[in-house]
């Protein structure tokens, strides 16, 4: 069964600094992943994906993932941040097993930008 | 244009009564969801619905039935509401087809549920 898990509840930073938000996985075939980012009170939004190709993909508002098959990562990364960038951010995979139909979650890590 | 909506936003109702959560999309997507975020922001997927037909039921209870009257709704009703049902209900739509299981998902703004 697939699975992420995001080790970190909390990452703090201060702006202008790079950020990184660590996610891990585990899959029985190939890896799709996902970064998805919630504000408050707002549904998740789509950051990023990794399907297949360049290890680092590139997304929304600046932000980047670096997937490394051999360590089962797909940490998410900005090199400066935003004060606008404190959210709760999800990494997750699709499950293969269910033809595509169930994205599992990892359990969010939330991000404090300060100013 | 609101590309995925849920009505109502908020929800509070006693304990024992049951309710119904709209969602449309327009994104012309196949595919829609249900996903329950509790109290400690985890997400975890309750229904996967692809052309109107149900795929993915998650082990919910029988007391949660979506309805899918076309690809670009899908309801919830949920019946004998417990305290435990106090979550914010999000759904979500996504294009899946030969290559579609790769497809990004669009949230909708969540429904914020209180049982008493």
């Known amino acids: 069964a697939q699975s992420v898990a995001q080790p970190e509840d909390q990452v703090n930073v201060a702006e202008g600094n790079p950020l990184t938000v660590k996610c891990t996985y585990s899959v029985s075939g190939n890896p799709y992943l996902f970064w998805y980012v919630q504000y408050p009170n707002r549904g998740l939004q789509f950051l990023l994906k990794?399907?297949?190709?360049?290890?680092l993909v590139k997304g929304s508002y600046g932000f980047e993932a670096e997937f490394n098959k051999s360590q089962t990562s797909f940490h998410l990364k900005k090199p400066s941040a935003l004060v606008s960038d404190s959210a709760l951010y999800f990494c997750?995979?699709?499950?293969?097993?269910?033809?595509?139909?169930?994205?599992?979650f990892g359990a969010g890590t939330r991000l404090f930008v300060k100013a | 244009d609101t590309a995925v909506s849920q009505t109502p936003k908020y929800l509070v109702t006693q304990m024992g009564n049951d309710k119904s959560i709209k969602c449309e999309q327009n994104?012309?997507?196949?595919?829609m969801y249900w996903y329950k975020q509790d109290s400690k922001k985890f997400l975890k997927i309750m229904f996967s619905?692809?052309?109107?037909?149900?795929?993915i039921n998650e082990t919910v209870p029988n007391r949660f039935s979506p309805k899918s009257p076309d690809k670009a709704h899908l309801n919830l009703h949920i019946n004998s509401l417990e305290l435990g049902d106090s979550a914010v209900y999000f759904c979500?739509?996504?294009?899946?087809?030969?290559?579609?299981?790769?497809?990004?998902?669009?949230f909708g703004p969540g429904t914020r549920l209180t049982v008493l």
């Open positions: 990794y399907i297949t190709g360049d290890n």
């Open positions: 619905y692809n052309n109107k037909e149900l795929i």
């Open positions: 979500a739509s996504s294009q899946l087809g030969s290559a579609g299981a790769y497809n990004e998902q669009f």
């Open positions: 994104l012309g997507h196949d595919t």
């Open positions: 997750a995979v699709r499950d293969d097993d269910t033809g595509g139909f169930k994205t599992i």
